[in-house]
């Protein structure tokens, strides 16, 4: 199978529909969450992915946006994006977000938006908190998002000692085995990336190849910033696409 993960939309419609352009034939597509919020087409993402019949984790925007978190937990422009989102929101729409579990076990993979641990709102930013996260999770191999910055861990048996070691893996857009020891992945985020790159991110995963794939995927920046405007969402939010911070 070959299978899409996507994280971290945030309803920059402009930033999916590209990455979906990008992905050619798929078998599947699983979302890690935060589909909604910052951006200026919630709506308009959970309907894709629900047409693309996507398996879909929440995201601590998604339960913000349906009233699930308390707004006192987020930053001043995302708590007004929180706020406009929730707005916006359809019946249809809010069922869809309201009806999203908070970890999913797919097969041979854990998904998760934070992390397996604490799935909502977890930011897996290191070697020590990845390495806490293995005991989290049953599965060889974990998907997560939240921190919008593309990384990943491996656990592998140290040759000399025989004892579980983490090690950090920066992002490289060639295909990755996965077919030796654990793996926490950061997939990235589609709609609001993070790490100084602006480019969507997303991953192409083959199970029968056991191996998975980076993709980066430009997009029109200036069309999800000028939506942005017209839906009079925080400035700094339109800002920080241009520069992936
Ligand atoms: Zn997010």
């Known amino acids: 199978m070959r299978i899409a993960i996507v994280s971290d939309i945030h309803a920059n419609l402009p930033a999916f529909d590209a990455v979906v352009a990008d992905w050619g034939q798929i078998d599947a597509l699983w979302c890690l969450g935060d589909v909604v919020g910052y951006g200026p087409d919630p709506v308009a993402c959970v309907d894709r992915l629900r047409d ?15 009233g699930r978190l308390d707004l006192a937990e987020f930053s001043g422009a995302a708590a007004e994006a929180v706020r406009w989102t929730a707005r916006q929101l ?14 999913h076990l797919e097969g041979q993979f854990t998904l998760a938006h934070g992390s397996p641990r604490a799935p909502i709102w977890e930011y897996v930013l290191d070697r020590r908190s990845a390495e806490e996260n293995f005991a989290a999770f049953s599965t060889a191999t974990c998907f997560i998002g939240h921190t919008h910055r593309p990384i990943a861990y491996a656990m592998r048996s140290d040759p000399a000692t025989g004892r579980p070691t983490v090690t950090v893996e920066p992002p490289v857009y060639r295909e990755v085995a996965i077919d030796q020891g654990r793996h926490l992945i950061n997939v990235g985020s589609v709609g609001q990336p993070r790490d100084g790159d602006p480019t969507a991110r997303y991953v192409i995963l083959d199970t029968e190849r056991q191996t998975y794939l ?7 920046i200036t069309d999800t910033q000028q939506r942005m405007r017209q839906s009079g969402l925080p400035d700094v939010l339109q800002y920080r696409l241009a520069v992936g911070r």
């Open 214 to 220: 980076r993709r980066r995927v430009v997009y029109d």
């Open 52 to 66: 693309l019949e996507a398996v879909c984790i929440a995201g601590n925007h998604d339960w913000a946006a349906i």
């Open 90 to 103: 359809t019946p249809s729409a809010r069922a869809y977000l309201e009806g999203l579990p908070d970890r």
